[in-house]
């Protein structure tokens, strides 16, 4: 698969992201003014357990299905027969959780909440079959129809059902309604067909690679979701909410950078798995991109934290903004070091991706805890939490570059120092600049307050990576102009 299939595939995937992107900021925008902080807490409380009953529910199946080329149809129909069986029993598994977790955090709201997203659970896991394959077969049109369609849909009966004040409830049938319209959509047309006899010999098939998969999901689901646990628990539902949008903001930029190239990442460079320096060629430009990008992003973000929370959610939310930008100091590493997991898959490496994932779990888990009990507030699990994302790209990148590619960690992190420089560069410059743009302009509206510190952080950046020479790597990465030699 050449490069510019590459490009293709990341130009549809970006079309249809960034669609939802937008679709979402501005369902977001409504909801977060018709419901409260109380309703955001939660269902961000649950999520937590819908989170960790979708990686269940993937059992590393769908990476597994991408790269496993020699799979007949007879074997995936095994594989998605299996998935049907392992669904009910996951559906019925989490409903039954309903109890616990409403005694745990004493609100009887959690029955009835877990009742209904036991299905969401259920077409997950059913879905993870028709879904690899859509990727397998590189269907990436299909892909980014479907994910407009589904997201216009939901989003029309949230803002439906929050009018009609169903509360918490909006987001819990939202979530619902995108699993089992997203199924539909896959299922249709996919040729698959359930089996009342399964061959187990074909998931035994992809068990190695499937397996070191799941337990990096398992880790990296701990990782992620701890702070929230014990956010909830430890200081309650409101400041669970005010900390869970702050962190969701933080994601933008990973959601729609790295997360939109990933998943085409690894159906294009599976192709190449046994050429491992073509695979490790091509992933240096695409780090290259997201180092220039997250150079800019992250001091945005940093810098415009209270305009965007305000634009985005309104005043009510204000008291995310602290959080928002402590956690914002970690974009950069986070934008890199997310891409890696489609890199590992690449080059049948997912027992590696494992161990790295122990090692940073651990550093998470110490780092959260510690810094809970010390200061008891969201901004102090925002240092942890943003001190482990930032250790985690050297735990990352020292066991793929080192152990996965045997190259040299040191050489490829000197290749970042450039925008590592500019990241400090634009910060600085651009904190002293828009703090005195404040001194001098009353910036009333948060709207163009953000416009006019983007706009001078960007020129400070644009000027960054001129001097550093970043400039042409990255023209050169998109194709403008022509690579010396």
């Given amino acids: 698969m050449s490069s510019i299939s590459l490009k293709k595939a990341t130009i549809l995937n970006v079309s249809s992201k960034y669609a939802t992107v937008i679709i979402n900021i501005l369902v977001t925008a409504i909801l977060s003014r018709i419901l409260t902080p109380n309703d955001y807490g939660i269902v961000a409380v649950i999520t937590v357990f819908t989170n960790l009953f979708s990686i269940l529910s993937e059992m590393g199946i769908g990476p597994a299905i991408i790269q496993n080329k020699s799979l007949t149809k007879s074997e995936i129909d095994d594989i998605f027969s299996f998935t049907a069986m392992a669904g009910i029993v996951l559906a019925g598994g989490f409903a039954l959780l309903s109890i616990p977790i409403a005694i745990f955090f004493d609100n009887n709201v959690y029955y009835p909440i877990v009742m209904i997203l036991s299905v969401s659970v259920y077409f997950n896991t059913i879905n993870m079959v028709p879904n690899a394959l859509l990727y397998r077969k590189q269907r990436f049109m299909a892909i980014a129809v479907r994910t407009v369609s589904i997201c216009v849909a939901t989003s029309i009966i949230a803002i439906v059902l929050a009018f009609m004040g169903a509360k918490y409830y909006t987001l819990v049938i939202q979530s619902t309604l995108s699993s089992l319209f997203l199924f539909i959509w896959n299922v249709w047309g996919s040729n698959l067909h359930l089996k009342l006899r399964v061959d187990f010999q074909s998931v035994k098939k992809i068990r190695g690679y499937s397996t070191y998969q799941f337990l990096f999901s398992i880790t990296n689901y701990f990782s992620r979701n701890i702070d929230n646990i014990s956010i909830g628990k430890f200081l309650g539902n409101e400041c669970l909410a005010y900390y869970d949008k702050s962190y969701k903001l933080m994601m933008y930029p990973l959601?729609?950078?790295?997360?939109?190239?990933?998943?085409?990442l690894h159906p294009i460079l599976s192709v190449h798995q046994d050429d491992l320096n073509y695979i490790y060629r091509k992933y240096v430009d695409v780090i290259k991109m997201f180092s220039a990008l997250g150079a800019l992003i992250q001091p945005i973000c940093f810098v415009c934290a209270q305009e965007i929370i305000l634009i985005l959610y309104g005043s009510q939310w204000e008291l995310a903004v602290p959080s928002f930008m402590i956690l914002s100091c970690s974009i950069w590493a986070q934008i890199i070091a997310s891409s890696a997991g489609a890199i590992y898959q690449s080059i049948n490496k997912t027992k590696l991706m494992?161990?790295?994932?122990?090692?940073?779990?651990?550093?998470?888990?110490?780092?959260?805890?510690?810094?809970?009990?010390?200061?008891?507030?969201?901004?102090?699990?925002?240092?942890?939490?943003?001190?482990?994302?930032?250790?985690?790209?050297?735990?990352?990148?020292?066991?793929?570059?080192?152990?996965?590619?045997?190259?040299?960690?040191?050489?490829?992190?000197?290749?970042?120092?450039?925008?590592?420089v500019s990241i400090i560069f634009t910060t600085l410059l651009g904190v002293f600049l828009c703090k005195t743009l404040s001194s001098v302009v009353m910036l009333e509206s948060a709207f163009v307050g953000v416009l006019l510190k983007s706009a001078i952080i960007a020129v400070v950046w644009l000027i960054s990576i001129i001097i550093t020479g970043e400039i042409r790597i990255l023209l050169e990465i998109l194709g403008v102009v022509k690579k010396n030699g």
């Fill in 255 to 264: 959601s729609n950078l790295t997360f939109v190239i990933n998943p085409v």
């Fill in 354 to 420: 494992f161990q790295s994932s122990i090692v940073h779990v651990c550093v998470t888990l110490i780092l959260i805890f510690a810094c809970l009990f010390k200061f008891k507030t969201i901004e102090g699990v925002s240092i942890a939490v943003a001190f482990a994302y930032i250790l985690k790209f050297f735990i990352e990148y020292y066991f793929l570059i080192n152990k996965g590619f045997g190259k040299s960690f040191l050489a490829f992190l000197s290749g970042l120092i450039p925008n590592f």
